[in-house]
Protein backbone atom coordinates (compact mmCIF):
# COMPACT_ATOMS: atom_id res chain seq x y z
CA UNK A 1 0.00 0.00 0.00
CA UNK A 2 1.12 3.42 -0.46
CA UNK A 3 0.13 6.23 1.83
CA UNK A 4 0.71 10.28 2.02
CA UNK A 5 1.12 11.78 5.01
CA UNK A 6 1.08 15.43 5.46
CA UNK A 7 2.01 18.04 8.37
CA UNK A 8 2.99 20.84 9.59
CA UNK A 9 -0.60 22.72 9.23
CA UNK A 10 -2.10 25.14 12.12
CA UNK A 11 -2.87 28.50 13.03
CA UNK A 12 -0.89 31.55 11.95
CA UNK A 13 -1.53 35.11 11.94
CA UNK A 14 -1.54 37.27 8.80
CA UNK A 15 2.20 37.99 7.50
CA UNK A 16 3.54 34.64 8.98
CA UNK A 17 5.01 32.00 7.64
CA UNK A 18 4.14 27.89 7.63
CA UNK A 19 5.69 24.64 6.22
CA UNK A 20 3.68 22.13 5.24
CA UNK A 21 5.42 18.89 4.56
CA UNK A 22 3.87 15.68 3.16
CA UNK A 23 5.47 11.96 3.00
CA UNK A 24 4.92 9.14 0.48
CA UNK A 25 5.58 5.81 1.97
CA UNK A 26 4.72 2.12 0.96
CA UNK A 27 5.99 0.14 -2.30
CA UNK A 28 6.72 2.97 -4.29
CA UNK A 29 8.79 2.36 -7.67
CA UNK A 30 8.67 5.81 -9.06
CA UNK A 31 7.24 9.06 -8.36
CA UNK A 32 6.52 11.16 -11.33
CA UNK A 33 4.43 14.33 -9.81
CA UNK A 34 4.28 15.63 -5.94
CA UNK A 35 1.78 18.44 -5.64
CA UNK A 36 -0.20 20.57 -3.07
CA UNK A 37 -3.80 21.37 -3.43
CA UNK A 38 -6.04 23.13 -1.02
CA UNK A 39 -9.80 23.47 -0.43
CA UNK A 40 -11.43 26.51 1.50
CA UNK A 41 -15.05 26.39 2.92
CA UNK A 42 -17.52 26.04 0.25
CA UNK A 43 -15.23 26.19 -2.87
CA UNK A 44 -13.50 23.70 -5.10
CA UNK A 45 -10.68 22.17 -4.45
CA UNK A 46 -7.43 24.16 -6.72
CA UNK A 47 -4.00 22.98 -6.98
CA UNK A 48 -1.38 25.52 -4.88
CA UNK A 49 1.64 24.37 -7.02
CA UNK A 50 3.20 20.72 -8.17
CA UNK A 51 6.39 19.34 -9.08
CA UNK A 52 7.38 16.88 -11.67
CA UNK A 53 10.27 14.17 -11.41
CA UNK A 54 12.28 16.66 -13.85
CA UNK A 55 11.77 19.92 -11.90
CA UNK A 56 9.02 21.69 -13.53
CA UNK A 57 7.18 23.74 -11.06
CA UNK A 58 3.89 25.21 -11.45
CA UNK A 59 2.30 27.67 -8.88
CA UNK A 60 -1.46 29.12 -8.25
CA UNK A 61 -0.81 33.36 -9.38
CA UNK A 62 -2.20 33.75 -5.93
CA UNK A 63 1.05 32.12 -4.68
CA UNK A 64 3.74 33.61 -6.95
CA UNK A 65 6.13 34.99 -4.48
CA UNK A 66 4.94 33.86 -1.84
CA UNK A 67 5.29 30.02 -1.89
CA UNK A 68 7.62 27.63 -2.84
CA UNK A 69 7.17 23.93 -3.33
CA UNK A 70 10.39 21.67 -3.05
CA UNK A 71 10.82 17.81 -3.12
CA UNK A 72 13.54 15.62 -1.46
CA UNK A 73 13.83 12.50 -3.73
CA UNK A 74 15.63 10.56 -1.19
CA UNK A 75 12.91 10.85 1.41
CA UNK A 76 10.01 10.79 -1.07
CA UNK A 77 8.77 13.97 0.18
CA UNK A 78 7.19 17.26 -0.84
CA UNK A 79 7.60 20.84 1.03
CA UNK A 80 5.78 23.71 0.42
CA UNK A 81 6.95 26.98 2.65
CA UNK A 82 4.22 29.82 2.20
CA UNK A 83 5.09 33.07 3.62
CA UNK A 84 3.43 36.36 4.07
CA UNK A 85 -0.34 34.36 4.18
CA UNK A 86 -3.09 35.83 3.77
CA UNK A 87 -6.60 35.34 5.51
CA UNK A 88 -7.54 34.07 2.36
CA UNK A 89 -5.16 31.14 2.32
CA UNK A 90 -7.34 29.42 4.72
CA UNK A 91 -8.09 25.99 3.43
CA UNK A 92 -7.38 22.28 4.10
CA UNK A 93 -3.92 21.69 2.21
CA UNK A 94 -3.88 18.27 0.88
CA UNK A 95 -0.88 16.56 -0.72
CA UNK A 96 -1.03 14.63 -4.14
CA UNK A 97 1.52 12.68 -5.92
CA UNK A 98 0.90 10.45 -9.65
CA UNK A 99 3.15 7.75 -8.40
CA UNK A 100 4.26 3.87 -9.98
CA UNK A 101 3.85 1.50 -7.04
CA UNK A 102 5.48 -1.49 -7.21
CA UNK A 103 2.76 -3.91 -7.48
CA UNK A 104 0.59 -2.15 -9.82
CA UNK A 105 3.15 -1.24 -11.83
CA UNK A 106 1.10 2.09 -13.68
CA UNK A 107 0.56 5.46 -12.34
CA UNK A 108 -1.88 6.05 -10.14
CA UNK A 109 -3.14 9.27 -8.32
CA UNK A 110 -3.00 9.37 -4.44
CA UNK A 111 -3.84 11.77 -1.88
CA UNK A 112 -3.17 12.78 1.57
CA UNK A 113 -5.76 13.37 4.69
CA UNK A 114 -5.62 16.79 4.43
CA UNK A 115 -3.69 19.72 7.24
CA UNK A 116 -5.74 22.62 7.71
CA UNK A 117 -4.39 25.98 7.67
CA UNK A 118 -6.00 28.99 9.49
CA UNK A 119 -4.67 32.61 8.41
CA UNK A 120 -5.78 34.60 10.82
CA UNK A 121 -6.28 38.52 10.40
Known amino acids: QVQLVESGGGLVQAGGSLRLSCAAS????????MAWYRQAPGKQRELVARITNDGSINYVDSGLGRFTISRDKVKNAVYLQMNSLKPEDTAVYYCKSILTSSYAMVPTEYWGQGTQVTVSS
Open 26 to 33: GSIHSIHI
